[in-house]
Every structure is written in C-alpha cells, then in structure tokens.
C-alpha cells in the first residue's frame, strides 16, 4: 500500500449504531488530518493530530471521536449520528506542522458515509 | 461572505480549449494558495502551489496570483478529457494547517 489509504471506502449506518472509520498513511508523516466534504460545499476541516497529539478540534460534536494511537493511524469513532451527517470523510496526513512553508496534505480517497 | 468563493460550474469546455478556472478571496492574511484536482471517487490530488503574488507554470498548467485584488486563477492549456474532475482551490496564511478550500468547480472537457 502506498500513500493514504482508508477503510471503509462506503458506509451506511442507523443514528443508533456506532461504527469506526480508520486512515493509515504510508509516507512516514506525523501530521494526520480528518476533513468533511458535503456536496455544494467546502472542506471542513475537523481535527488535526501532530505527533500523535491534537492540536486542532474545530467545534467538531462530541458524537465524532477521533483517535490517533501513532503517527501512521488515524481514527475517527461515531455514535448516534444524524442524517446530516452523511457526507465523505477524508483523512490527511503531512510532514508535520512544525515544518512551516509548503507543508503539503496528501489526501485518502475518502469513505461515503450515509447515516440513515 | 464565504473566505473563498469560488463558482461551482459545471464548466463544460470541447478538448483543445484553454480553460480558466477562478476563486476569490475576502482574507488579506492569506499568503499560500493551492489547487487541488479531484477525480470521482477520490481524494483531492495537489496539483500546483504558489507563495505569495505572480505565477507558476507545470506543464499544461499555469496558477496565477494577484493578491491586489484578491483574485486566484488556474489556466489549463490544451484541455485533455483527462483533466475533467473538480478542481479545488484552497489557502492559507500561514503553514498549511488550517486550509480554507472552495466549494470546487466541476470541469468536463469533451472529446
């Protein structure tokens, strides 16, 4: 495998279940990222990891957790999501952030997530 | 007012043509600016990145920045089927951390 990869690619989950979407990068970076892509509209940024340690939560709710147990894996962990929800959840990863200038983000192809 | 604003298309343009792609911005703050190509189905792909005012060239593909009147543009010349996807622009003041991207512009180049 090469670059960032995620699983799963396509996810369709009830408000009541909890499921877990997971990213791994394979370019030895230390800055992971998750991001939301709703039709019609920008990317969102969600959460930021740098080092294993979040540095960025941008007013994400709480029924999103993410989870960054080392530099090559990312997690995000949802529970009783809304249908608003649904959207492709792309994860991130570069060098780090304390790298300044052109530190470029490599993206994942994303997983479709439908919360029904 | 969005950050960015950038027009949603679809842009549909014969093969050969040249293609000029546009966002625009309300932040002075803003210094890095980039274009990402995203195909169907994947993740947005960096496809050119500029410090500052001027322009870049790569190929077929040319980024221009005037920060006077805070206005990015990405030219593509002899438009290939191969180029349709949308196209992503998306900035930052400083470092890459907090990118503020547009909505995206769908192109379709037909043969």
């Known amino acids: 495998e090469t670059g960032v990869t995620q699983t799963p690619r396509h996810l369709v989950m009830g408000m009541t279940n909890k499921k877990s979407l997971k990213c791994e990068q394979h370019l030895g970076h230390n800055a992971m990222y998750w991001y939301k892509q709703s039709a019609k509209k920008p990317l969102e940024l969600m959460f930021v990891?740098?080092?294993?340690?979040?540095?960025e939560n941008n007013s994400v709710p709480s029924r999103f957790s993410p989870e960054c147990p080392n530099s090559s894996h990312l997690f995000l962990h949802l529970h009783t999501l809304q249908p608003e929800d649904s959207a492709l959840y792309l994860c991130?990863?570069?060098?780090?952030?304390?790298?300044?200038?052109?530190?470029?983000?490599?993206f994942g192809p994303g997983t479709r997530l439908t919360v029904l | 007012q969005k950050e960015v604003e950038q027009d949603p298309g679809p842009l549909s343009v014969p093969e050969g043509a040249i293609v000029s792609l546009n966002c625009t911005y309300s932040?002075?703050?803003?210094?890095?600016f980039m274009w990402y190509r995203q195909y169907s189905r994947k993740g947005p792909e960096l496809l050119m990145y500029t410090y500052s005012s001027g322009n870049k060239e790569d190929g077929r593909f040319t980024a221009q920045v005037d920060k006077s009147s805070k206005y990015i543009s990405l030219f593509i010349r002899d438009s290939q089927p191969s180029d349709s996807a949308t196209y992503l622009c998306a900035m930052t003041s400083t470092g890459f951390q907090k990118l503020v991207f547009g909505t995206g512009t769908r192109l379709l180049v037909s043969p």
């Open positions: 991130a990863s570069s060098q780090d952030l304390l790298a300044g200038g052109a530190d470029t983000q490599y």
């Open positions: 990891y740098n080092f294993k340690e979040q540095t």
């Open positions: 932040n002075s703050a803003f210094q890095y």
